[in-house]
């Protein structure tokens, strides 16, 4: 069975800060997927991001970073210099490589505060 | 390029009467998966079509519910009789062809049943 956790249901900040979001996965594949979607209040879920198991480098895009531990299970994203427009619930998810069906974690609402 | 789209965005029915919520994928894929959150939970997986075949049901609750892809393009998802446990938001998300492409979803149909 697969798991995605997300211990963090709601964080606020204030705009300029760094935060980090986490995410907690079980799995008993060798082989995986780990993703993290966006949902603005517009309500889509916005791809933002997509590593595969066998590659543990951390990635950075722009404001976005994403920090992908084995060791730990853990997929963290952080956002810096964080603005209003990052206020979303963000989403973590894992997908088997056999399979494709995706398991979410709960979620993390984050507020930006001006 | 158009990205997934669904219809209706919001619907609200009584108890007992039946709805059908549409999703047009991104054209050219072959993958098509239906998600959905009720309230307080997480996104849990329905089902996936690879064209006009269902190659994953195993998330469908009951029978209930029933869904389609004629032709492999856009799917229907009927619900028949709706009960007030299958509020929620539904998702559909589609993806190209490998089953590990990256999943694109739409916007949702927030289903309340009263």
């Known amino acids: 069975a697969q798991k995605v956790t997300q211990a963090q249901t709601e964080i606020s900040v204030v705009e300029k800060e760094d935060v980090t979001l986490d995410c907690v996965y079980e799995t008993r594949d060798t082989t995986y997927y780990l993703f993290w979607y966006k949902q603005p209040p517009s309500g889509e879920l916005v791809f933002l991001i997509r590593?595969?198991?066998?590659?543990?480098q951390n990635e950075i895009s722009g404001r976005y970073s994403w920090n992908f531990q084995k060791s730990t299970s853990s997929f963290n994203f952080t956002i810096t210099a964080s603005q209003v427009v990052d206020s979303a619930v963000y989403f973590c998810?894992?997908?088997?490589?056999?399979?494709?069906?995706?398991?979410f974690g709960g979620g993390t609402r984050l507020m930006v505060k001006p | 390029e158009a990205g997934v789209t669904q219809f209706p965005s919001h619907s609200v029915i009584e108890k007992g009467q039946t709805v059908t919520l549409r999703c047009d994928p991104i054209?050219?894929?072959?993958?098509l998966y239906w998600y959905r959150r009720v309230m307080g939970k997480e996104i849990k997986f329905l089902l996936h079509f690879v064209k006009e075949s269902k190659q994953d049901e195993s998330g469908m609750p009951n029978n209930r519910f029933l869904a389609e892809r004629t032709g492999g393009t856009y799917s229907t998802l009927k619900v028949q009789p709706a009960e007030l446990e299958d509020s929620g938001v539904y998702f559909c998300a589609s993806s190209l062809r490998q089953s590990t492409d990256t999943q694109y979803f739409g916007p949702g149909t927030r289903l309340t049943v009263l």
């Open positions: 998810a894992l997908s088997p490589n056999a399979g494709n069906m995706l398991t």
């Open positions: 590593r595969n198991s066998f590659d543990e």
């Open positions: 054209s050219g894929h072959d993958n």
